[in-house]
């Protein structure tokens, strides 16, 4: 058995330990629905099937209504099925996207006038930002004033800060990205801001202990690292021996550790961001 097989069939018997054999009762779907999104009040339940329950529910706050499911999926690795596990679905973020949106229609189309600007929305399909603002003219001065503005819209509507890691982006009229205010840090970030950010996110992911302190450029040859053992990552200029890599230093009790802006594969065969921190 290989060893990539191996872990996946340990992890596999993990999730069946933990998982449910079965669907989710309409009390546990209940539970799960004001956990996750808020106050909400049952309207009807309904079984489509002995593998799924449907559960339908009126938000408290702002009285949209939306469904949580409970349903059972194959656990299938490598073509063969290992059993089946209970998930759970909904469609809470996009009824929840669509009553905002619909409720500050009107302001939006306020901002696009005051500002001579186009506003975009998601589409619902995968919602990771709030709208995007197209400049109709080269004059972007007043960048972090309307973002703020069309970010503040959505914030001040989404009182449970389930939005929390969404943006609103901003482009040029050639259609550049040039930044996004960001919702939970209360700021307006520049593509580079928000690399730096993309980093310190993984330092403190590390170990709590860690305080970012800067970032420098060095050599990658510094880094001591072998480049056969270099994974290419999409999006990111390759990785050779000539190239110069940013370093983003931070400390733990004191002592100065980095990460570095490309990836390496550890031992079980996954990637990860080098750093020379060990915990």
């Given at each position: 058995m290989g060893k990539k097989l191996g872990i996946a069939l340990i992890c596999v018997l993990l999730l069946l330990s933990l998982a449910g054999c079965s669907v989710a009762s309409e009390k546990e779907v209940v539970k799960y629905a004001e956990e996750k999104?808020?106050?909400?009040t049952l309207v009807k339940t309904e079984e489509p099937s002995d593998e799924e329950i449907v559960c339908y529910f009126k938000d408290?706050?702002?009285?949209?209504?939306?469904?949580v499911t409970s349903y059972m999926n194959d656990i299938i690795i490598d073509g063969s099925t290992f059993g089946s596990a209970e998930n759970?679905?909904?469609n809470f973020d996009i009824q929840y996207?669509?009553?905002?949106?619909d409720t500050i229609e009107a302001d939006l189309s306020a901002i696009e006038?005051?500002?001579?600007?186009?506003?975009?929305?998601?589409?619902?399909?995968?919602?990771?930002y709030f709208a995007r603002i197209y400049y109709k003219t080269s004059d972007t001065s007043n960048v972090e004033v309307v973002s703020k503005e069309v970010s503040d819209l959505y914030t001040a509507l989404d009182t449970r800060h389930?939005?929390?890691?969404?943006?609103?982006?901003v482009y040029d009229a050639n259609d550049e990205y040039l930044g996004a205010y960001h919702y939970e840090q209360e700021a307006w970030m520049t593509p580079e801001d928000e690399t730096e950010l993309f980093y310190i996110e993984h330092i403190e992911n590390l170990t709590s202990k860690a305080v970012y302190l800067r970032k420098e450029q060095h050599s990658f040859t510094?880094?001591?690292v072998d480049i056969n053992n270099v994974v290419t990552v999409l999006g990111n200029p390759e990785v050779t021996v000539d190239s110069t890599v940013t370093y983003y230093i931070f400390s733990v009790d004191g002592e100065e550790y980095y990460m570095c802006d490309f990836m390496v594969m550890d031992d079980i065969g996954g990637y990860v961001w080098y750093t020379n921190y060990e915990e």
């Open positions: 999104y808020g106050k909400a408290k706050e702002y009285g949209f209504e939306y469904y759970k679905g909904s996207y669509n009553y905002i949106n006038n005051k500002y001579n600007v186009d506003i975009s929305i998601s589409d619902g399909s995968y919602i990771y389930y939005w929390k890691d969404l943006v609103v982006e510094e880094t001591g």
